[in-house]
Every structure is written in C-alpha cells, then in structure tokens.
T-cell receptor, first 114, second 116 residues
Framework: KAGVTQTPRYLIKTRGQQVTLSCSPI?????VSWYQQTPGQGLQFLFE???????NKGNFPGRFSGRQFSNSRSEMNVSTLELGDSALYLC?????????????FGPGTRLTVL | AQTVTQSQPEMSVQEAETVTLSCTYD???????LFWYKQPPSRQMILVIR??????QNATENRFSVNFQKAAKSFSLKISDSQLGDAAMYFC?????????????FGTGTRLKVLA
C-alpha cells in the first residue's frame, strides 16, 4: 500500500504570493491533518479534514485554509505569504475513526518565503 | 492548557548504549494516547511506540520501551542497544478526544545523535 504523498516537495515563493500544497493520503484513509513544523516550535496543528469537512482547527490566521476532495486528497492554501510562513508542512492521514488509529505522515513540503 | 514538554533539545549516545528521552505533558483528560515519533534526516515521520493511558503496563517495541508515569504525567522513551540508524529527531505527542474528533499535541522534539 502506497504511503502518504505530498507535492511539491520544495517551494520557493516571495512575500505576498499565495501557495497551494497537496496531500494524497493512504488508500482508505478518510482523515487528513496538516501541521507546520519549524525549528524550536515542533509541530503546530493547522487543521484536520474528514470526509470533505473540516473537523478540527488549530490557532492559525485565516490566511491558512484547506479543503478535502471526495477521494480524500487534501490541499492546503496559504495566501499573502509572510517570511514567518517558511516551514516544513507535514500532512498526516489516518482512518479517522476512534481507538488506536495512528497517523501516518508524508515526507512534507519545504516552503521557503523570500 | 494542553502542552507537551521535551526538555532535552539534543542528546548523544554511544552506539550499543542505552539512552532515555524525557517527555512530560499536561492534560485534564483521562482518556488519551501517547506516542513517540521518529523523524530521520529524510524527514518522513514514523511512529515508534504508543501507549494507551488506561493501560498501566509500559509499552515495548523491540529495543524501544517507555516509562509511563500517569500521575506524574511523564512519558519517557528508552532506546536500548542504540544503533546509528536511531539518529533522528524524536517527538513526543499525545492525542485527546475533542469535539467528536481527536487533537494531537506535539512536543518540540529531541535531536538524538548516535556516536560510533
């Protein structure tokens, strides 16, 4: 079974631009979560989607948004990029149910904002 | 506030030796899971070990084991017989139910260096 894939792996943008990141979960997984990883901050939760609905949201400004498609693939969009948005963005998928469901992470997208 | 604290930004261990990574957390929930994730330099995060809060027995996965002290809200990871491939960032996390779903809280990570 293929793992979680994220595209692109690397992005360089300038301040003020917008960016869209993509995540394809493991087949059969209905939950997709997004995290921002920066040195010293660890992983900060952005949001979770389940069956095309945002089920949970972290404390990020409205410039960060996402969506999930019927095939469970998810996209994350960041508008009006700021220098501080430079980070590794990780996507994780899970079955989405209760109990011992674990998250499986993708390799991440490294975003650099100049 | 729900937090996870990893007080050791960096640790070193000699190959074949044992190392313990510490983690403390703060939650008022009684039903939760605890995890240790490993992130090698290639950046793909993988699950190392998990512990259900309602289980008193410490989880073990081959060379990896945890010391779960629920009252102290402590969840340390012990790596025995350390190998060069163990070098990575290690993140402690817990998952709590919230509003019909779950929320994962991660620590800031501990970078483990394994010395040959």
């Amino acid at each position: 079974k293929a793992g979680v894939t994220q595209t692109p792996r690397y992005l360089i943008k300038t301040r003020g631009q917008q960016v869209t990141l993509s995540c394809s979960p493991i087949s059969g997984h209905r939950s997709v979560s997004w995290y921002q990883q920066t040195p010293g901050q660890g992983l900060q939760f952005l949001f979770e989607y389940f069956s095309e609905t945002q089920r949970n949201k972290g404390n990020f400004p409205g410039r960060f948004s996402g969506r999930q498609f019927s095939n469970s693939r998810s996209e994350m969009n960041v508008s009006t990029l700021e220098l501080g948005d430079s980070a590794l963005y990780l996507c994780a998928s899970s079955l989405g149910g209760t109990g011992r469901n674990e998250q499986f992470f993708g390799p991440g997208t490294r975003l650099t904002v100049l | 506030a729900q937090t996870v604290t990893q007080s050791q930004p960096e640790m070193s261990v000699q190959e074949a030796e044992t190392v313990t990574l510490s983690c403390t957390y703060d939650t008022s929930e009684s039903d939760y899971y605890l995890f240790w994730y490993k992130q090698p330099p290639s950046r793909q995060m993988i699950l190392v070990i998990r512990q259900e809060a309602y289980k008193q027995q410490n989880a073990t996965e081959n060379r990896f084991s945890v010391n779960f002290q629920k009252a102290a809200k402590s969840f340390s990871l012990k790596i025995s017989d350390s190998q060069l491939g163990d070098a990575a960032m290690y993140f402690c996390a817990y998952r709590v139910p919230t509003s019909g779903t779950y929320k994962y809280i991660f620590g800031t990570g501990t970078r483990l260096k394994v010395l040959a």
